[in-house]
């Protein structure tokens, strides 16, 4: 879990012990019951990609709580919903698969939780037609899942989800962007 430029700082602030007893204690491979309730229960979290030649982007994603889930030990899903049509997470994992997720809850009881894996985005999954608003999905093999200190972690409230967040059976609300001059001749039309 840890490389030498990890190393060397644990050394210099004599942390090794407490990394490698962290690492011991809290690391696991494949997610468990109360991962996937975790998950499920969050409304967004933020995504970690790199480019082929390792330069980073970090993506806010949300949808309704468990738009993002654990299907099995080995796989958390989530969906691609219609953005700015840049595709800079997704492209960044047909590049380079690796990605970093981070999961937080900021209300009474703080808590996140951090998953490296690798991705793959499906374009054709039977799963995309069961969530509202996809247009892809997003599949994550965990390497590294870790529980992380809350204690920087500010207590927070959702007062009311996006009006953009996408709904069964609901027309999907355009952001005014969409429709600028700047923009409006080359916005795609939404892709299921």
């Keep these: 879990m840890y490389h030498q430029g990890n190393r060397d700082l644990q050394d210099a602030f004599g942390s090794r012990a407490l990394a490698d007893r962290l690492e011991a204690t809290l690391r696991r491979t494949e997610f468990n ?7 499920a229960a969050q409304s967004f979290f933020f995504l970690a990609t790199a480019d082929a030649e390792g330069r980073p982007d970090c993506s806010f994603k949300g949808g309704p709580p468990g738009f993002a889930q654990v299907v099995a030990p080995d796989e958390l899903i989530f969906p691609d919903y219609d953005g700015n049509g ?7 994992i047909a590049a380079n698969p690796n990605v ?34 996809a247009q892809l999905l997003i599949s994550v093999r965990p ?10 972690i500010p207590s927070l409230q959702i007062v009311e989800p996006s009006i ?14 969409k429709g600028f001059a700047a923009f409006a001749d080359v916005v795609p039309p939404r892709v299921r």
């Excluded at 390497?143 to 920087?152: E, H, L, V």
């Excluded at 953009?164 to 962007?177: L, Q, S």
């Design 33 to 39: 019951e109360a991962d996937g309730v975790f998950v």
């Design 86 to 92: 840049m595709f800079k997470s997704l492209g960044n």
């Design 100 to 133: 970093g997720l981070l999961f937080i809850a900021m209300g009474e009881k703080p808590q996140r939780l951090r998953v490296n894996g690798t991705a793959r985005v499906l374009r054709d999954d039977p799963r995309i037609a069961a969530i509202p608003g």
């Design 143 to 152: 390497a590294d899942i870790f529980p992380n200190c809350p204690r920087y």
């Design 164 to 177: 953009y967040m996408p709904k069964a059976d609901t027309p999907p609300v355009e952001p005014a962007w």
